[in-house]
Nanobody, 114 residues
Framework: QVQLVESGGGLVQPGGPLRLSCATSGIIFSLNTMGWYRQAPGKQRELVASITSGGTTNYADYVKGRFTISRDNAKTTLYLQMNSLKPEDTAVYYC????????WGQGTQVTVSS
């Protein structure tokens, strides 16, 4: 059974850091393109960052220079290091894995507020 489980979300002050993790099972992790998406209330889900099986990364313009996506193939875990967080980063963050089909995690809430 495929499972993607996000963790690391929570309440953080503006300007602070947070690291999200996505633990996976049931997939050949090393062959999957992985991604982080987010969805704020009343908004559509949007791409935050992605990383291919070869390690090529892609970032949304609004997080470039602040967020870093990485993967640990040995641990079959995806990470998102978020720095200099802004209130507009508040959203539910979702992990996605894809090869010929896609799988989604349940999401983890990130709230940036003072």
């Amino acid at each position: 059974q495929v499972q993607l489980v996000e963790s690391g979300g929570g309440l953080v002050q503006p300007g602070g850091p947070l690291r999200l993790s996505c633990a996976t099972s049931g997939i050949i992790f090393s062959l999957n393109t992985m991604g982080w998406y987010r969805q704020a209330p009343g908004k559509q889900r949007e791409l935050v960052a992605s990383i291919t099986s070869g390690g090529t990364t892609n970032y949304a313009d609004y997080v470039k220079g602040r967020f870093t996506i990485s993967r640990d193939n040995a641990k079959t875990t995806l990470y998102l290091q978020m720095n200099s967080l802004k209130p507009e980063d508040t959203a539910v963050y979702y992990c996605r894995a894809t090869t010929y089909r896609e799988y989604w995690g349940q999401g983890t809430q990130v709230t940036v507020s003072s």
